[in-house]
């Protein structure tokens, strides 16, 4: 078992940054496939960014290419999410997501794939 809790979010004017931050616990270990999702209002979750195992391979969702970058610090269990040049559409509630997988450095994209979420962080972008 692993506990996912994000941070981070808050009220940022379109154009602006945030960074979000999830800390797991419990069970940690590097052998964790880690993803971020959102969810607005009136609107089915979504995938937003995904990195494996080793920290290198990662994915994107096509709206937030190059203006998000997912991280991760195995040392201290966190996945990171930067986010700038914020646009309206970008509000929602971030979710991590936390897959155990043994072997390999994949990255996973469908949130069905995940096992563990976090309670989400809301992210609020308007002036």
């Known amino acids: 078992q692993v506990q996912l809790v994000e941070s981070g979010g808050g009220l940022v004017q379109p154009g602006g940054s945030l960074r979000l931050s999830c800390a797991a616990s419990?069970?940690?270990?590097?052998?964790?496939?880690m993803g971020w999702f959102r969810q607005a209002p009136g609107k089915e979750r979504e995938f937003v960014a995904a990195?494996?195992?080793?920290?290198?391979?990662?994915e994107y969702a096509d709206s937030v290419r190059g203006r998000f970058t997912i991280s991760r610090n195995n040392a201290e269990n966190t996945v990171s999410l930067q986010m700038n040049s914020l646009k309206p559409e970008d509000a929602a509630v971030y979710y991590c997501?936390?897959?155990?997988?043994?072997?390999?450095?994949?990255?996973?994209?469908?949130?069905?794939?995940?096992?563990?979420w976090g309670q989400g962080t809301q992210v609020t972008v308007s002036s």
């Open positions: 997501a936390a897959k155990w997988i043994a072997h390999s450095n994949v990255v996973l994209t469908k949130q069905e794939s995940y096992d563990y």
């Open positions: 419990g069970r940690t270990s590097r052998a964790y496939v």
């Open positions: 990195v494996g195992r080793n920290g290198i391979n990662k």
